[in-house]
């Protein structure tokens, strides 16, 4: 990854790794998106964008984000030097169509007849061929880490949302109640508002956001009910696995990321 603080940008720099060093650098400040729009001129909801999307987000934007995120001014000029470099560069042309070949004379009718049998016996040849070889299987293209917001919210009765009095925690399985089964991950307690970083996705226990026993939760609006687990990495570096209702409907739904 580009060293966001060398003022010298790296021949193989792209939009794509400018936004992972941005998202990261966030991160790594534990600046969350509700901190940040207090901080600056700019809404959740852009700055999400920002974070996850694939063009190259405003200076102005980048610059008020890195501030909130307690960049002091010396930092931000290479990310100034970046971007405007970035911004004004002209993508590369796409490759061109090599010119057509010469046209061939016409064959005569002798040529054309031996021609045809020769298509002919390939053909017979092809067919008698082993016709139960594997075919190759395609890559799926792979997609970069993703930075998705926690919300740590109980849906009660029919409308309601609350934060939930205990902090939400990664784990090495994929199940529930990780505190009582030795699979909880110390140190990785987060609360609504808290950036992640996500990189793939996997199934495995069913949890919910509302209490089982009260009818009215199910119907809740802002109830969630999922076996999605994401794989995701905390700002000191520790990863683990959360369930998607955890976090914000709009990054649910594995966010494209790979299976884990």
């Not at 002798?110 to 061929?129: G, I, R």
Request: hydrophobic share 35%.
């Amino acid at each position: 990854m580009t060293n966001p603080q060398s003022p010298d940008r790296r021949p193989d720099d792209s939009v794509t790794r400018f936004l992972e060093d941005f998202a990261a650098t966030v991160q790594r400040h534990n600046l969350s998106l509700r901190a940040a729009e207090q901080r600056v001129p700019w809404s959740k909801s852009t700055i999400s964008r920002a974070l996850n999307g694939t063009t190259l987000p405003k200076l102005n934007l980048v610059l008020d984000v890195l501030k909130a995120a307690g960049l002091p001014p010396e930092e931000l000029e290479p990310w100034k030097t970046r971007h405007t470099e970035l911004a004004t560069t002209k993508p590369p042309e796409p490759p061109q169509a090599p010119p057509a070949p010469p046209r061939r004379p016409a064959l005569t009718t002798a040529a054309a007849a031996l021609t045809a049998a020769t298509l002919a016996t390939v053909t017979t040849l092809l067919l008698t061929q082993d016709s139960t070889a594997t075919p190759q299987q395609t890559t799926q293209p792979t997609t970069r880490p993703m930075a998705l917001e926690v919300q740590n919210k109980v849906a009660l009765g029919a409308t309601d949302l609350r934060e939930d009095t205990t902090p939400v925690y990664l784990s090495t399985k994929t199940v529930g109640s990780c505190a009582r089964n030795n699979c909880k991950l110390e140190g990785t307690e987060v609360t609504s508002g808290a950036l992640l970083v996500a990189t793939c996705h996997t199934t495995g226990a069913e949890l919910v956001n509302y209490n089982l026993d009260a009818p009215d939760s199910k119907s809740n609006p802002n109830a969630a009910r999922s076996t999605l687990w994401y794989r995701v990495r905390t700002p000191n570096g520790i990863s683990g696995y959360l369930s998607e209702v955890y976090v914000l409907p709009r990054d649910r739904g594995g966010l494209g990321l790979p299976p884990c």
